[in-house]
């Protein structure tokens, strides 16, 4: 990788002014294509090795790895691979130490690589990683010889201040360094050219970043979702402003246009949905785009043309498809699901004419991270440092389970560990002293894995739940809060799970035992609650009536687009939900009497 690898625009060291990258262009353009040049396309030699006129630069790319450090449990950790005779299979995937393996062997033989991520690498991470403030996950990206990121909303977790420490490096304020070790930041920049200070209106990360090697120069610029706000804490993001992706996007291209860099990818967290959930699906059947919805589409058809790939996240899916941009001309967006499971390799074809990518000379592919290569060493070895720390918090049992319980890998509605968790809200927070809830709900983002049956670890037997695990089911430890809220203005939370900032993307809550209705999905927007169905324990709502409701602080804040929600009075602040599930997992379960799953039954799906 060429010593400039780390280049950022910001007071950092400029490349080549335009004059001279123009003057550079003429030289290599008196050239046929593939012509040697002895004196390189820059006007200087390379070692003495002869350069044709364009070259195959390699980006892989990932995104959503939020901490998994270790090959993720369950269905948390599959992919679905779709044969030609239209059946499928369930392939284990993730984990660092074979991802850092599958990157390095696809880097051999390959003298233009890059490596780029769509954001959140950090944030809702297993306890490995979390209980550290993420310092593991930026340490083995590190060694993954990650050149670039976005952010993603979930850097913004524990707020700007600390998403600056996690850059650059520097012990936490008040827990300080692990014992033993230090931080030394991320060698790779985090890019955030949507994200600025409300009272400066600059950025608050660097905005792009250019890769060069050997005369090659390709510019990164990074964003993330312009709905960050809806969907973080809102205390550690004061002060920000969070702006459209395409305009910052296009902002930055024509920056970069007068450096005289004319390759350009986008790093967007922001993503799709693909008709078929497997990672090898079409996505361009029966034409360009075709099979791929969601807000990075539009994204995509609106984005300056000069702007030559995507690499998107945020929604966990893997696609790999061409979408026009507004000239008409084919351009590659990409996403590699999440959890570390896949990564896309993209070949991009530079010329050094005209310093553009070739277009059409775009291939793109997702590859499994399956777990039959052998272990990166070093990772196998960064991983056991950080597990030693964590063990005495992590092995402890806190409960016992009779089979599966289905969450994050739930595609139901209602889930069975979404059940559990309001379940185990609702029981924490029943008490007069501790709030008097008499519902709870939980929003699905939250609930970050399954639990799962079989042992793993150090586990004495199948069904033990660790506190590890139940940490990376709830590893944000959002403080519980209940409020005060009118039948009515649940009726409205309700509906706004289906309407308004939802409506394309439905966000079920889940809901505590006693608390049942109905969704009608064969409606639309709101009508697909029925009020009349809403009942608590058999009883309708009464949408005059003040009724007592638990959630976490993410959701008494209006998150997730629910800002009836926000609109409680009467706060009384518990417990963590951390706290509350690992109570109720304990107080409800032992080896001998395990905990069931819930049967999902709260709320009646019509069509």
């Not at 995507?310 to 498809?321: I, N, P």
């Not at 409606?523 to 309708?540: E, H, I, Q």
């Not at 993410?554 to 518990?574: C, E, H, R, S, Y």
């Amino acid at each position: 990788m060429s010593a400039t690898r780390h280049e950022k625009p910001m007071g950092r060291r400029i490349i080549a002014a335009a004059a001279g990258v123009a003057a550079l262009g003429a030289l290599v353009a008196a050239l046929p294509a593939g012509a040697a040049e002895g004196a390189g396309a820059d006007g200087r030699t390379y070692g003495g090795k002869a350069l044709g006129r364009t070259v195959d630069v390699q980006l892989l790319s990932f995104n959503d790895l939020h901490g998994n450090l270790e090959p993720p449990a369950g269905s948390s950790g599959e992919v679905t691979h779709v044969h030609e005779d239209g059946t499928t299979e369930k392939i284990k995937a993730g984990g660092v130490e074979y991802l850092a393996t599958h990157l390095r062997d696809a880097r051999r033989g390959n003298r233009y690589s890059i490596t780029a991520a769509a954001g959140d690498m950090i944030g809702a991470s297993p306890l490995v990683s979390g209980l550290f403030h993420d310092e593991p996950t930026v340490e083995a990206l590190n060694k993954l010889k990650l050149d670039v990121s976005s952010v993603g909303n979930h850097e913004f977790d524990e707020g700007a201040a600390e998403l600056a420490r996690i850059q650059n490096g520097g012990c936490h304020p008040v827990d300080g360094c692990a014992e033993g070790t230090t931080y030394e930041g991320a060698a790779f920049p985090y890019l955030a050219a949507n994200v600025t200070n409300e009272r400066t209106g600059k950025p608050v990360l660097d905005p792009y970043f250019v890769w060069e090697k050997r005369g090659v120069r390709i510019g990164f610029i990074g964003v993330t979702l312009e709905g960050t706000p809806n969907i973080v804490n809102a205390e550690g993001i004061k002060g920000l402003k969070f702006g459209d992706e395409v305009e910052a996007i296009d902002r930055y291209t024509k920056v970069l246009e007068r450096k005289g860099v004319r390759s350009i990818v986008a790093l967007i967290h922001e993503g799709g949905a693909p008709a078929s959930s497997a990672y090898n699906y079409d996505c361009d059947s029966p034409g360009p785009g075709d099979g791929i919805s969601g807000p990075v589409v539009d994204i995509a058809r609106r984005l300056n043309p000069q702007v030559d790939a995507l690499v998107t996240g945020h929604t966990h899916q893997a696609y790999a498809c061409t979408v026009p941009d507004p000239a008409g001309k084919p351009r590659t967006v990409t996403s590699a699901a999440s959890f570390g499971k896949l990564y896309t390799d993209t070949t991009l074809t530079y010329d050094r004419a005209t310093r553009d990518i070739v277009r059409t000379a775009v291939a793109s592919a997702n590859h499994v991270v399956t777990r039959d290569v052998p272990k990166a060493a070093d990772m196998t070895g960064l991983i056991a440092k950080w597990n030693g720390l964590a063990a005495p918090i992590a092995n402890r049992p806190v409960g016992h389970i009779a089979a599966d319980i289905g969450g994050r890998g739930s595609n139901a509605y209602e889930k069975p560990l979404g059940d559990l968790i309001a379940d185990a809200q609702l029981e924490g927070l029943a008490p007069a002293d501790r709030g008097g809830a008499q519902i709870a709900f939980m929003n699905p983002g939250g609930i970050r894995a399954d639990l799962v049956h079989a042992r793993s670890g150090s586990e004495a037997a199948d069904g033990i739940v660790t506190y590890g695990e139940a940490y990376t089911v709830q590893p944000f430890t959002n403080m519980m809060t209940t409020v005060d809220l009118t039948g009515a203005q649940i009726i409205t939370a309700l509906r706004q799970q289906v309407s308004g900032a939802n409506e394309a993307s439905p966000k079920i809550l889940q809901v505590s035992r006693g608390f049942t209705y109905t969704l009608d999905t064969t409606k639309t927007g709101a009508a697909r609650v029925d009020a009349s169905s809403v009942r608590l324990n058999g009883k309708p709502l009464d949408p005059a009536g003040t009724y007592r409701v638990a959630m976490n602080e993410f959701l008494a804040g209006g998150g997730d687009g629910f800002p009836a929600l926000g609109q409680g009075t009467n706060k009384l602040v518990g417990a963590s939900d951390l706290e509350v599930f690992t109570a109720y997992l304990g107080a409800h379960s032992s080896p001998d009497a395990p905990l069931k799953p819930p049967a999902a039954d709260r709320i009646t799906v019509v069509g």
